[in-house]
């Protein structure tokens, strides 16, 4: 069966425990970068459909290896989160926002 699609570490030395060939490759970084958002993408869906913590901690799996490709520091990565929702708030109120309309003027403008 073929996959084309990046896997964890261990999993080769796991199918050869099964008696199966794993055939793969060393990424390059542009394509490593590919894969880990198609592998984000994929993990999302993924939890979407099942809504499971195990789901949850390979995006998690997922984000921290795009942290490490792109140098981004986790600490300092946090630091932001709380600064956003510090200043705009987290999704703690389930605030839906169905639309947004100017503001009318009472017809008493510049007297």
């Known amino acids: 069966m073929k996959y084309n699609k990046l896997i964890r570490d261990k999993i080769p030395e796991i199918v050869e425990t099964k008696g199966e060939?794993?055939?793969?490759h060393i990424a390059t970084e542009e394509e490593y970068w590919k894969k880990l958002l198609e592998k984000l993408h994929e993990e999302v869906s993924e939890f979407s459909e099942s809504v499971d913590e195990e789901e949850m901690a390979d995006i998690l799996e997922?984000?921290?290896a795009i942290c490490d490709a792109k140098n981004i520091d986790r600490?300092?990565?946090e630091k932001l989160r709380?600064?956003?929702a510090g200043e705009r708030g987290g999704f703690k109120k389930k605030i839906i926002l169905d639309e947004v309309r100017k503001k009318e003027w009472n017809g008493m403008q510049g007297k």
């Open 62 to 64: 997922v984000l921290y």
């Open 21 to 24: 060939i794993a055939i793969t």
């Open 82 to 84: 709380k600064k956003k």
């Open 75 to 77: 600490t300092h990565l």
